[in-house]
């Protein structure tokens, strides 16, 4: 089972999260994460927040060991061809460690605050689905391309009808949440549309985002069909949980 670690970039400063990607970087885990909104999630809504892919680009060039992506990227933020280039660029500078995450998006305040047209969720999926071809296609023109001729592409979402149709057609990655139940059957829907859409289902890695005290829980996840656990953490970043997974699992 593969671990992995996102940082919430509320509430914080950006000491405090370099403090934190860094520990994770010299911990042996296998991913370091944080998120694309504009705002906090939980707590004070007008806390210290900080942009997304600022913050990867730093990520990138400050570690040496994981690999780094936004959990996930909200598409509708960014034109489909600038964010293949900024995707790119990151690349190069973590050399070949960037994932490419997506998802349509959902946070409100987000939207509003910032300009852009909220939509209906149907919608936002009706954007991703014909932006994720354009992504590809640019990321084939850039000069120079990705480090390893291709960046890992993760699209985050459990919706059955259409978010993992996407992932049989597109991803190299599906990112969704628990508990283990939940996971299992989000896992036979893909595996489902693999079927349909003439996809090998072991191509595609299985991560699942959980919270700390759902470590424990790393056997049901597998037996799930889970490759890859993310710990999702809020400041203070207590990293002893992964530590002591870490040191047992590996």
Known sequence: MKIGVQLHPQATTLREMRNAWRAVDSLGVDSLWTWDHFYPLYGNPDAEHFECYTLLAAMAADTKH???????????????????????????????????????????????????????????????????????????????????GKIPLMIGGSGEKVTLRLVAQHADQLNTFGPPDNFKKKNDVLNEWCKKVGRNPKEIERTVAVRPEELDKVDEYAAAGADHMIVMLGNPYDLSGVEKFVAKHR
Not at 82 to 102: K, N, P, Q, W, Y
């Open 66 to 148: 994981v690999t780094i992506g936004a959990l996930v990227t909200c598409y509708t933020y960014r034109n489909p061809q600038l964010l293949a280039d900024m995707a790119r660029t990151i690349d190069h500078i973590s050399e070949g460690r960037f994932v490419l995450g997506v998802g349509s998006g959902w946070f409100e305040r987000d939207y509003k605050e910032y300009g852009y047209e909220f939509g209906t969720a149907p919608g936002r999926l009706k954007i991703l689905e014909q932006g994720l071809p354009i992504i590809k296609e640019r990321l084939s023109k850039l000069n120079p391309g990705p480090v390893n």
